[in-house]
């Protein structure tokens, strides 16, 4: 799965941003697709998460701020909506998608994990 995100850029503290990410490639489904991100000095964290059946489940720090979505029309494209921004958000958000292989008779095969190139959200003071 190849992954294309794109949206990150500069903010003034309380403002929003929309990162998006579009995959494309040969995969049967797709299971779930998340955003995670990595500050600097700091490990890579779940930032938010859809499954295929529209779950949603999201960090404690971003909750009732930031809003995962994914496009009904183009289900391969998902959305991460970021309001209320805080200098602590500032980081390289990674778009990640779980996906299944094509297996015999187009049935699903095993699930693998694709990850982006990662999108620069700086969030200033």
């Known amino acids: 799965v190849q992954l294309q995100a794109s949206g990150g850029g500069l903010v003034q503290s309380g403002g929003s941003l929309r990162l998006s990410c579009a995959a494309s490639?040969?995969?049967?489904?797709?299971?779930?697709m998340a955003w995670y991100r990595q500050a600097p000095g700091k490990q890579r964290e779940l930032v938010a998460r859809?499954?295929?059946?529209?779950?949603?489940?999201y960090a404690a720090s971003v909750k009732d701020r930031f809003t995962i979505t994914r496009d009904d029309s183009a289900k391969n494209t998902v959305y991460l909506h970021m309001n209320s921004l805080k200098p602590e958000d500032t980081a390289v958000y990674y778009c990640?998608?779980?996906?299944?292989?094509?297996?015999?008779?187009?049935?699903?095969?095993?699930?693998?994990?694709?990850w982006g190139q990662g999108t620069l959200v700086t969030v200033s003071s």
């Open positions: 859809i499954s295929s059946v529209g779950d949603q489940n």
């Open positions: 990640n998608v779980i996906a299944a292989e094509v297996g015999k008779g187009w049935s699903p095969g095993r699930n693998f994990a694709s």
């Open positions: 490639g040969s995969f049967h489904s797709i299971v779930s």
